[in-house]
């Protein structure tokens, strides 16, 4: 594919009177990046905390991808990873290497609960007394 084919369909995509005036279609574009900086930025606030951090940055960008092609390239190049690991993890080896993964993890957890319980029995760490 050439940059001209990967490009058609980028742009604004402001009403056409916002986009007929350049003082209102530039407050337009100032109004679409404050609301999406808002927006990418409690998505990271959340990354930490327990939330959809990555799917409210995600939307974030969306709302930046209505106005300015770095974000709707942005867009398209994380929808093409997404298909393409999800296809690959639909792969049978890949998902019997998941599983086995998947399985032996859970057996070294249960396995260090099992020594856990063995020395302290049922009670909380932060309760332990030695």
Excluded: C
């Excluded at 980028?10 to 609301?35: C, D, E, I, M, N």
């Amino acid at each position: 594919m050439n940059a001209e084919s990967d490009d058609a369909g980028l742009g604004s995509r402001a009403p056409g009177f916002v986009k007929a005036s350049r003082p209102l279609h530039t407050a337009w574009r100032v109004g679409v990046f404050v609301v999406g900086l808002a927006v990418v930025a409690g998505g990271i606030v959340l990354l930490p905390l327990p939330g959809p951090g990555w799917l409210i940055i995600f939307g974030g960008m969306a709302v930046w991808g209505t106005e300015f092609v770095w974000a709707q390239r942005v867009l398209r190049w994380t929808k093409r990873k997404v298909t393409e690991g999800a296809r690959k993890a639909m792969d049978p080896r890949v998902r019997r290497r998941n599983i086995a993964i998947t399985a032996a993890a859970v057996v070294v957890v249960a396995g260090l609960i099992a020594l856990y319980v063995w020395n302290f029995g049922f009670v909380m760490p932060w309760k332990i007394r030695r």
